[in-house]
Structure formats: C-alpha cells, structure tokens
C-alpha cells in the first residue's frame, strides 16, 4: 500500500488570527456598506468642487531673511541669546501678534489709502542655511507686498528694541549693585582700620605663638608625671624598690629627665632592699649548715640571732621606705594639679590671641572680597555700556517682498483634500456602525461576548435554490457538515457532568432563521446513526415545520397528546432514518401555552423517558413565545443556537438570562452557519484536505 502524503494547511498564530478576523469582520462591513464611503466621498469632493467654483484669486508673495555675520569681541558678547533653540524661536517672534501688530500699524502711516485686507504670513528656515523663506498670501496683491516688507521691518525694529530695553535694564541693576558694593566696601575697610588700632595685631599674634608653644611643654610634663604617678598607685613597696633599683644601674653619664627615678646610697629604699637581701643569703648559709650541725650548734645560733638581727633592722627600713613611698605620691599628684592649673592659664591666653587674630583675618578677607566683586562689575559696567553703541542685530532682509502673483488653489490638491477627508469621515462612520453592531462572526468574537460552553460549531451550507438545508443522509457528501454534528454529538454524550447525563434536550434560539430547526433534525440523524433510539418532537407548536424536512404529516403530533385526544405513542411517525422517531406539532391552538405546563405535559415527558435513550425538543425562539422558558425547567438541558453574522449578542445574551432565571440547565451554545474562511477555522482545512484526497488502490 502506497502512503498518501497530505498537504498540511498552514497554522495561523493566535495574534495573527485575532487581527485577521478583524479584519474579514471590517470587509464584511465595507461589502454591506460600501455606499457610505461613497456618500462621504461624493459631499466631500463637491464641496472643494464649489468652493473652486466660487473662491476668489489669493495674491502670493515672497521674500528672506538671513543671520548677519557678527565680529566677536568681549564688549559684543554681552547680549546674546540661547543659540540651541535660536532659529525656532526668531520664527515664533516673527509670527508674534506684536510684530504683526505693528507691521499693520507701519503700512496705514505709510499707506493710508490702501486698503486692509487679511494676510496670513507662513516662515520657514531653509535647510542647512541661516535663511528664512516669508510666504504672504491674501486677497489684495498690493497690501500683501507692502505689508510683507512691514513685517520684516517691524521685526528688525522689535529685535533692536528688544535689545535696548535688556541692555537698558542690565546697566542699571550691576550700577546699582555697584554702588551698592562701594559702600559695602567703604564701611569694611573703617572697620578694619579700627581694629587694627585697637588691637596689636602683631604682638597679639606673637603672644598666641609664645603661649601655644608653653602649652604643648606642659602638656608634655603632665603626660609624664602622670605616667609615673599611675606607676607608683600600681606597685607595691617590694616593686618599686626593685624598679629604682634597675633604673639606677641603667643610668648613665647623661642626666635622667626623670628625676624621681633616681637612687642614691642614702635613700631607706636601697638599705631595705640590702637587708633583705642579706636575710635572704644567711637563711641560705643555716640551711646549709643545718645538713651537718645540729640547731644547738653555736654557728647555728649565731646565724639565727643575724637573721633576726636583720628581719628587725628590715621592718625599720621598710616602714621608713612606704613613707617616703607616700610622700613621693603624695608629690607627684601636687605636681600635675600645678601643671593643669597653668595649662588652663596659658591656654586661655592662646584661645584669646587666636580669636582676635580670626576676627582679623575674617574682616581683611571681608574687605578683599567685596573688592574684587566691586572690580568685576565696574569692569562690567564699562562693556554694557559699550556694547549698547556696537551694532548687535543679528537678522537682515536678504531679499524684499516680491511682487504678489495671484492664483487659485490647484484643481488636484483640492480634490485629494476633498478625497481625503471624505474618505476619513466615511471610515469614522463605518467604524461607529461596527461598534454599534454587536453580531458575532468568528470563534474568537464569541468567547469575547459569552462564558458558556462552545459545544460545536456548524459550517455554512449553501442552500442551492431551495428553501431549506437538506438533511443528512448515511455516507452523505458533504463531509465537513456532518462532521460538525458528529463533534456536537460526542460533547453532548462525553461533556463533564455529575450522575446521570443528560437524556432530554431542548435546542432553541434567541430570535427566528438562526437554523435550531435544521440542527435539532441533524443532531437526532446523527445521535440514530450512533445506533441511540432517538425522539424528535417539534414542540414549536406554533410555526414548526420539521414534519416538511421529513416528508410526513404535521398531524396527528404533539398538541393531540397534550390535549389527551390521544395517546401519545399514536403520534409517534417513522423518519426513514434508522434508531429515529419523530412527533409533529399537531393542530395549531389559540392556548398553546398552556399545554407545555398542564400535568399531561408532565406525564408525556415521564413515559417517553422509558422508551427512548434520547429525546430532542425543537421549540420556538425564546424572545418570541413563551413556550421555551416554560418547558425547558422540565428538560434535561438546554442548547442555544447562534448564527454567525446574523444573530444580536444582546438578544443572546438576554434570552440566556431569562432561562437562568427560570433554574434552566444550559448546557452550552452551538454556533451556526460559520465561514470556514476565516482564520479561526483553519482547521477546517483539514477536512477538505483528507476528503479530497484519493487512496490510490495496491498495485
């Protein structure tokens, strides 16, 4: 067996099928409304054609300007605008209400007897120069030339004006500022001068000097006594005695800046220190003699007599040395409260020196300051001043007004004036009558509108001169439309439901020609091919016309059985179709209504649940008769029918709230009559491409 390879229809991302539908939604549009653009167009173009028609000739006239070159110098520089924004803004003070103010004002002085008409001035710069093109156009040619030469003069007088008036205004504030800082100055220097004569600065200073100096040796001596001061309240006498003795063996020819570390022969410290030391050495010559004699020895007495002779001699040395101990403490602590006293002293004179000598300094600094202010405004007194009589105008008629050349608006740009807005004011309409329209063409639009179930979505089929859709036949051609049904089928006997799935179902509608007729008659065909005992009842018991699509009678049917003339089983009509039944409407009734909610209607649902696996209600539009509201609470579920492009989301959405409020099941919406071209049903595509294809046969 060869296999088939089927052509893949291209897959079209999300994004690009939103935008594609739009825009098959928006030719739609143009296709049903094509005369509106038409209509706009049309108004639009005769009115640039009447005002072609009936405009007077416009004179035109021309003329430049152009940047003077300019000499630098410092004294020219002085005025000088902002170069980044430069050429925008002389062309806004050219269109200024003042300059054209004024210019109307130069031509009745000068021009008294011509008459004023209104001119309106266009400028422009020239790219890549310092040029600016003038445009004046009017109805008079004579006032637009003569009034196009006021402009630029008025302008040039306005800019000299502009720049007086600044210069003016810049003179007297740095005079003011200077005369203002003369005085500044005057009374700095008095002050100063004052000072100096009550105050020696330089003795002063001198003084600062000597005593910051005599504060940094006092400093140096506190730290030092209080170093050896700390030294002494740490150690005991044993410490200290042993510390003056090493200082005093460290000590050499050059004079110890420590005076109190010294020792000498004489001091009790070095003789306690020698008793103990010669306690230490005789207990050491009575332990040695203690190994060979006995205690009664007169060595060993004689030696235990010395020890006692010294430790006597050691307790007079070593009280006299913690008084002398004491005493040096005792010291030393005088010592550096007489050195913090002097300190104070001293520092207090230094503090004193080093503040007159800084209101010294901050008054010269003062003086120099408001000095060096005073010269650069006077400096720059001197160059306003000369900069006010050096030519500063920086812009010069390059070229005077032309001759005004009269001519009417061209034929061309008025009517692409004309074409262009009668095509933007047709657009705008167009686009309010698709706003305003709320029919739902493509998948996408209905998921915007509804959050209901999409249980399937049926193809359009082309009717071929008759007036109904023809119904499915086993093996019937049309592949893609009965496919749609199937996929309705299998939602309705898979959907995701809690206990027994629904068994009676309602197809409805919104409003009339939405196709619930076609797809009720199609789904139960379809639900008997499944091999289901399948009932259809045309409970439109008003307009139903289900009994012509099947080739039977309309009576007896479903008014005989509600109004118990028979049973019901005695209407019950073969289809031709396997697994299928079918009840007509019956006789039409002026109390139709009635008849869906009197007990027999209760009884009839009851017993043809126990006969038939399947049964399906086509009733009428909910907006339009009562009826489906008041059979549906009675029925399993309820499916909404919806035609592309042809049913109002409104309507939809309002026959949905009605059935919610009567506790009706919806099970979900099937959406009818839909264009497979769009970008939504690409997929349909599929079909088309595995139904046409031809399974060649095994060679």
Same mark, same amino acid.
């Given at each position: 067996? /060869?296999?088939?390879?089927?052509?893949?229809?291209?897959?079209?991302?999300?994004?690009?099928?939103?935008?594609?539908?739009?825009?098959?939604?928006?030719?739609?549009?143009?296709?049903?409304?094509?005369?509106?653009?038409?209509?706009?167009?049309?108004?639009?173009?005769?009115?640039?054609?009447?005002?072609?028609?009936?405009?007077?000739?416009?004179?035109?006239?021309?003329?430049? %300007?152009?940047?003077?070159?300019?000499?630098?110098?410092?004294?020219?520089?002085?005025?000088?605008?902002?170069?980044?924004?430069?050429? $925008?803004?002389?062309?806004?003070?050219?269109?200024?209400?003042?300059?054209?103010?004024?210019?109307?004002?130069?031509?009745?002085?000068?021009?008294?007897?011509?008459?004023?008409?209104?001119?309106?001035?266009?400028?422009?710069?020239?790219?890549?120069?310092?040029?600016?093109?003038?445009?004046?156009?009017?109805?008079?040619?004579?006032?637009?030339?003569?009034?196009?030469?006021?402009?630029?003069?008025?302008?040039?007088?306005?800019?000299?004006?502009?720049?007086?008036?600044?210069?003016?205004?810049?003179?007297?504030?740095?005079? &003011?500022?200077?005369?203002?800082?003369?005085?500044?100055?005057?009374?700095?220097?008095?002050?100063?001068?004052?000072?100096?004569?009550?105050?020696?600065?330089?003795?002063?200073?001198?003084? $600062?000097?000597?005593?910051?100096?005599?504060?940094?040796?006092?400093? *140096? &001596?506190?730290?030092?006594?209080?170093?050896?001061?700390?030294?002494?309240?740490?150690?005991?006498?044993?410490?200290?005695? &042993?510390? #003056?003795?090493?200082?005093?063996?460290?000590?050499?020819?050059?004079?110890?800046?420590?005076?109190?570390?010294?020792?000498?022969?004489?001091?009790?410290?070095?003789?306690?220190? *020698? =008793?103990?030391?010669?306690?230490?050495?005789?207990?050491?010559?009575? &332990?040695?003699?203690?190994?060979?004699?006995?205690?009664?020895?007169?060595?060993?007495?004689?030696?235990?007599?010395?020890?006692?002779?010294? !430790?006597?001699?050691?307790?007079?040395?070593?009280?006299?040395?913690?008084?002398?101990?004491?005493?040096?403490?005792?010291?030393? *602590?005088?010592?550096?409260?007489?050195?913090?006293? /002097?300190?104070?002293?001293?520092?207090?004179?230094?503090?004193?020196?080093?503040?007159?000598?800084?209101?010294?300094?901050?008054?010269?600094?003062?003086?120099?300051?408001?000095?060096?202010?005073?010269?650069?405004?006077?400096?720059?007194?001197?160059?306003?001043?000369?900069?006010?009589?050096?030519?500063?105008?920086?812009?010069?008629?390059?070229?005077?007004?032309?001759?005004?050349?009269?001519?009417?608006?061209?034929?061309?740009?008025?009517?692409?004036?004309?074409?262009?807005?009668?095509?933007?004011?047709?657009? =705008?309409?167009?686009?309010?009558?698709?706003?305003?329209?709320?029919?739902?063409?493509?998948?996408?639009?209905?998921?915007?509108?509804?959050?209901?179930?999409?249980?399937?979505?049926?193809?359009?089929?082309?009717?071929?001169?008759?007036?109904?859709?023809a119904l499915l036949q086993e093996n019937d051609e049309r592949q893609v439309y009965s496919e749609a049904f199937?996929?309705?089928?299998?939602?309705?006997?898979?959907?995701?439901?809690?206990?027994? #799935?629904?068994?009676?179902?309602?197809?409805?509608?919104?409003i009339t020609r939405e196709g619930k007729s076609t797809v009720s008659a199609n789904l139960a065909i379809t639900?008997?091919?499944?091999?289901?005992?399948?009932?259809?009842?045309?409970?439109?018991?008003?307009?139903?016309?289900?009994?012509?699509?099947?080739?039977?009678?309309?009576?007896?049917?479903?008014?005989?059985?509600?109004?118990?003339? %028979?049973?019901?089983?005695? !209407?019950?009509?073969?289809?031709?179709?396997?697994?299928?039944?079918?009840?007509?409407?019956?006789?039409?009734?002026?109390?139709?209504?009635?008849?869906?909610?009197?007990? =027999?209607?209760?009884?009839?649902?009851?017993?043809?649940?126990?006969?038939?696996?399947?049964?399906?209600?086509?009733?009428?539009?909910?907006?339009?008769?009562?009826?489906?509201?008041?059979?549906?609470?009675?029925?399993?579920?309820?499916?909404m029918v919806m035609r592309s492009a042809h049913t109002s989301s409104r309507m939809t959405q309002n026959s949905?709230?009605?059935?919610?409020?009567?506790?009706?099941?919806?099970?979900?919406?099937?959406?009818?009559?839909?264009?497979?071209?769009?970008?939504?049903?690409?997929?349909?595509?599929?079909?088309?491409?595995?139904?046409?294809? !031809?399974?060649?046969?095994?060679?």
């Amino acid at each position: 067996m /060869q296999e088939v390879q089927f052509e893949q229809p291209k897959i079209m991302a999300s994004w690009s099928a939103t935008l594609f539908t739009r825009l098959y939604r928006y030719k739609n549009l143009l296709k049903r409304r094509w005369w509106v653009l038409l209509l706009t167009i049309s108004i639009a173009l005769c009115y640039q054609g009447f005002k072609l028609v009936t405009s007077e000739p416009v004179f035109y006239s021309s003329s430049r %300007m152009m940047v003077d070159p300019q000499i630098r110098t410092p004294e020219s520089t002085v005025y000088s605008e902002e170069l980044g924004n430069f050429y $925008g803004t002389q062309i806004e003070l050219m269109r200024s209400g003042k300059v054209m103010e004024r210019a109307k004002e130069r031509v009745r002085a000068m021009y008294p007897d011509v008459p004023e008409a209104y001119v309106n001035i266009q400028v422009n710069q020239q790219p890549l120069s310092s040029i600016f093109n003038f445009t004046a156009s009017s109805l008079n040619g004579e006032y637009t030339k003569i009034y196009l030469d006021a402009v630029m003069d008025s302008f040039i007088f306005f800019k000299e004006e502009m720049r007086n008036v600044t210069s003016q205004k810049m003179l007297s504030a740095i005079t &003011e500022q200077v005369l203002k800082l003369e005085r500044e100055l005057k009374e700095a220097q008095l002050k100063l001068f004052e000072f100096q004569k009550n105050n020696d600065v330089a003795s002063l200073q001198e003084q $600062g000097n000597t005593a910051a100096a005599y504060v940094a040796t006092l400093e *140096k &001596e506190l730290a030092e006594s209080t170093k050896e001061l700390q030294l002494l309240e740490l150690m005991d006498l044993d410490q200290n005695v &042993e510390r #003056r003795e090493r200082l005093n063996n460290e000590q050499t020819s050059e004079e110890d800046s420590q005076p109190t570390a010294q020792v000498t022969g004489d001091e009790p410290e070095l003789e306690y220190l *020698k =008793a103990k030391r010669s306690i230490r050495m005789l207990e050491n010559q009575l &332990e040695k003699l203690g190994e060979n004699l006995t205690d009664k020895h007169p060595k060993m007495i004689d030696l235990r007599q010395q020890i006692k002779d010294q !430790t006597d001699l050691l307790g007079f040395y070593r009280s006299q040395s913690q008084d002398q101990l004491e005493s040096r403490k005792q010291t030393l *602590k005088l010592q550096v409260q007489n050195i913090n006293m /002097q300190m104070e002293t001293w520092r207090a004179k230094a503090l004193q020196s080093s503040r007159v000598m800084a209101e010294f300094e901050s008054m010269k600094a003062d003086v120099e300051r408001v000095k060096s202010l005073y010269d650069r405004l006077l400096d720059t007194t001197q160059s306003v001043d000369v900069s006010t009589n050096m030519a500063q105008t920086t812009i010069s008629i390059l070229e005077n007004a032309s001759l005004a050349i009269s001519r009417k608006q061209g034929v061309g740009k008025a009517l692409g004036i004309g074409l262009a807005f009668g095509l933007l004011a047709g657009c =705008a309409i167009l686009f309010i009558f698709d706003r305003i329209d709320d029919r739902v063409n493509s998948f996408t639009e209905l998921r915007d509108h509804f959050e209901e179930e999409v249980l399937g979505q049926v193809p359009l089929e082309i009717l071929g001169g008759e007036d109904r859709v023809a119904l499915l036949q086993e093996n019937d051609e049309r592949q893609v439309y009965s496919e749609a049904f199937r996929n309705i089928r299998s939602s309705l006997m898979y959907m995701a439901v809690e206990g027994e #799935r629904p068994r009676s179902r309602i197809i409805t509608s919104a409003i009339t020609r939405e196709g619930k007729s076609t797809v009720s008659a199609n789904l139960a065909i379809t639900m008997g091919f499944a091999g289901s005992k399948t009932l259809l009842i045309d409970a439109d018991l008003r307009k139903g016309l289900l009994n012509q699509d099947f080739g039977v009678s309309s009576s007896p049917g479903l008014v005989d059985a509600l109004e118990q003339r %028979m049973h019901w089983t005695e !209407t019950v009509q073969e289809t031709g179709y396997p697994n299928l039944h079918f009840i007509a409407r019956g006789h039409a009734r002026s109390h139709i209504g009635e008849l869906l909610i009197g007990p =027999a209607a209760d009884v009839f649902l009851k017993e043809i649940r126990e006969h038939y696996d399947y049964m399906i209600f086509d009733t009428p539009p909910i907006l339009a008769a009562d009826d489906t509201p008041s059979l549906a609470p009675k029925i399993d579920g309820t499916l909404m029918v919806m035609r592309s492009a042809h049913t109002s989301s409104r309507m939809t959405q309002n026959s949905l709230d009605l059935l919610y409020q009567r506790q009706v099941n919806v099970l979900g919406l099937v959406f009818n009559c839909i264009d497979t071209q769009l970008p939504d049903y690409y997929h349909y595509q599929y079909y088309k491409s595995y139904y046409t294809q !031809t399974i060649p046969s095994d060679s």
